[in-house]
Nanobody
């Protein structure tokens, strides 16, 4: 079992930055693919970014490439999502998830463990 707890969400103005964290317990997070997904009101959950276990390959949705950076701190058993140049369209609840598949990392169904989510609101 892997327990995931997200933190770092909040209210930020357009163009601002936030760093989300996903703290894992129960297992070593570097042994899993860890993904970030988001869900806005009335919309389906969508893939944002993922980092593979081990070497740490990364992947991003086109909508966040160049603005978001995913990273992992093995010592803290935590995955971060640094978000910059935020836009109102980035407003959503952000979830982290852990699973065994890198090839399917863009699909929510491939993840076994999920956090409770953290709200990100981008508004002036």
């Amino acid at each position: 079992q892997v327990q995931l707890v997200e933190s770092g969400g909040g209210l930020v103005q357009p163009g601002g930055s936030l760093r989300l964290s996903c703290a894992a317990s129960g297992r070593t997070i570097s042994g899993y693919t860890t993904g970030w997904f988001r869900q806005a009101p009335g919309k389906e959950r969508e893939f944002v970014s993922a980092i593979s276990g081990g070497f740490g390959r990364t992947d991003y949705a086109d909508s966040v490439k160049g603005r978001f950076t995913i990273s992992r701190d093995n010592a803290l058993n935590t995955v971060h999502l640094q978000m910059s140049s935020l836009k109102p369209d980035d407003t959503a609840v952000y979830y982290c998830a852990a699973g065994r598949s890198w090839l399917m990392s863009g699909r929510a169904a491939s993840y076994d463990y999920w956090g409770q989510g953290t709200q990100v609101t981008v508004s002036s």
